[in-house]
């Protein structure tokens, strides 16, 4: 019972206050618009009587629209806490243009081009009927009980009156919360851009996590365990050059550990490399792609042209893309030489690895890669940032993989 009392009088009160709101709504527009035939009377009337006056009514006459559509907007925000706070109801915000937006743009009719804009104004008009004539039928079931409250078989006789106060007050509000999901909230479209939005945002910023927690561990393991196998590689190799009159027995363990200490320490660096490279933080991505040139296994011809460095996360995809795409090709493809070209043109890289092998290579009809992991991996990382792959591989040859990667991602 209690709790139906506070649903019934949270209900009245939702309704009370949507009829404050549309008083306040219904002032500024009779404001407005007095004030606008107003202005136009005192231009056309009285013009030319000082040119003070003549600019004031201009002002006037251009400023009211713009006042009407933010004087929309704020109380379309005062219905959404009214919602949130007395009916437990959140209604997003739809998407809304500030003045600031208005001078970036430059164009000042940019808010009565969004349908927020009128599909606010409907509920404005929606909301004051539905919680008017809700405030009306209240007020009527309750004062017409008053003045025969004396008589009391008239007033048993009127009790369903009273009782008939909750039923239009939830019947309003369920009204009025109807109106307010359809026309207060943004649209289907415009909650699927911004869930789109909000998704590439998470993506992006996983992306980003990512790649700063390969460096992370590619600076720990460079400053701890690496130095430390270094020094241990080189301590290890004194004791070999010195220990030389010792029994065989020793020598060959000494030997044996220094040789594991040195394969250790290529793995390590190897490791590192490829979890992210030093030199691409330091010195960029020609100098990151140079060292994976100079290490492949077939030729390769680099050139690069990037006048302007892209984001950290954008370089280390494309170094890892030319490491995967020279790797693929020194294991599947049976080439003799690679072309590799990274050039950023406007806000994007293109990044291209060309081989003389065997092809075979291809896309798959459902949009995937079909050819191995190492090329479905290549796909990956360039969607990872929103980029696009493309691979031209006909059988004989050549083989040629373009990724394409937004600069600022």
């Given amino acids: 019972m209690q709790r139906w009392l506070a649903e019934t009088g949270r209900a009245a009160g939702s309704v009370f206050a949507g009829v404050f709101v549309a008083g306040l709504t219904a002032l500024a527009v009779m404001v407005l618009f007095v ?72 164009n000042p009719f940019v808010p009565w081009r969004m349908p927020s804009t009128y599909r606010q104004f409907a509920y ?13 039928l209240m007020l009527t079931c309750g004062l017409a009980w008053l003045p025969v409250i004396s008589d009391w078989w008239l007033s048993l006789s009127l009790v369903p009156l009273i009782l008939g106060i909750p039923v239009v007050a939830r019947g309003a509000v369920a009204a009025d919360r109807a109106a307010g999901r359809a026309l ?43 130095q430390r196998l270094v020094s241990l590689a080189m301590n290890l190799g004194m ?3 010195r220990l030389t009159d010792e029994s065989p027995p020793l020598r060959a363990a000494i030997e044996s550990a220094h040789e594991e200490a040195l394969a250790a320490l290529t793995e390590l660096r190897q490791f590192v490399r490829e979890l992210h490279p030093a030199v691409l933080n330091d010195r960029g991505l020609d100098a990151a792609l140079s060292g994976i040139a100079a290490r492949a296994p077939v030729p390769v011809r680099l050139t690069v042209d990037i006048p302007v460095r892209c984001s950290p996360t954008v370089e280390a995809i494309a170094y890892f893309v030319v490491s995967e795409a020279l790797t693929n090709v020194a294991k599947h493809a049976q080439a003799t030489r690679a072309d590799v070209t990274v050039e950023r043109v406007g806000d994007q890289l293109f990044v291209s690895v060309i081989d003389d092998g065997r092809g075979g290579a291809r896309l798959s009809d459902g949009g995937g890669v079909d050819g191995g ?31 394409v990667l937004p600069c600022e991602s």
């Avoid at 404005?124 to 009306?136: C, K, Q």
Wanted: aromatic fraction near 8%; hydrophobic fraction near 45%; proline fraction near 6%.
């Fill in 373 to 403: 992991t190492g090329l479905r991996g290549l796909g990956r990382r360039a969607a990872a940032v929103d980029g696009t792959l493309a691979i031209q591989s006909p059988h004989g040859g050549p083989t040629a993989i373009t990724v």
């Fill in 184 to 226: 207060l909230g943004p649209t289907k479209a415009q909650q699927l851009s911004r869930r789109v939005d909000d998704l590439a945002r998470s993506r992006a910023e996983v992306v980003a996590a990512t790649d700063a927690e390969r460096r992370r561990i590619e600076r720990d393991l460079h400053d701890g365990p690496q």
């Fill in 35 to 106: 004030s606008w035939i107003w202005s136009f009377a005192a231009l056309f009337v009285v013009a030319g009587l000082s040119p003070i006056y003549d600019v004031l009514w201009i002002t006037l006459i251009v400023a009211n629209p713009w006042l009407l559509w933010w004087i929309f907007d704020r109380l379309g925000d005062v219905h959404r806490a009214r919602f949130r706070r007395i009916l437990r109801e959140p209604i997003p915000d739809p998407p809304q243009v500030t003045f600031r937006d208005l001078v970036r743009l430059r």
């Fill in 239 to 241: 004791a070999r050059e």
């Fill in 124 to 136: 404005h008009v929606s909301g004051a009927v539905i919680n008017g004539l809700g405030a009306v």
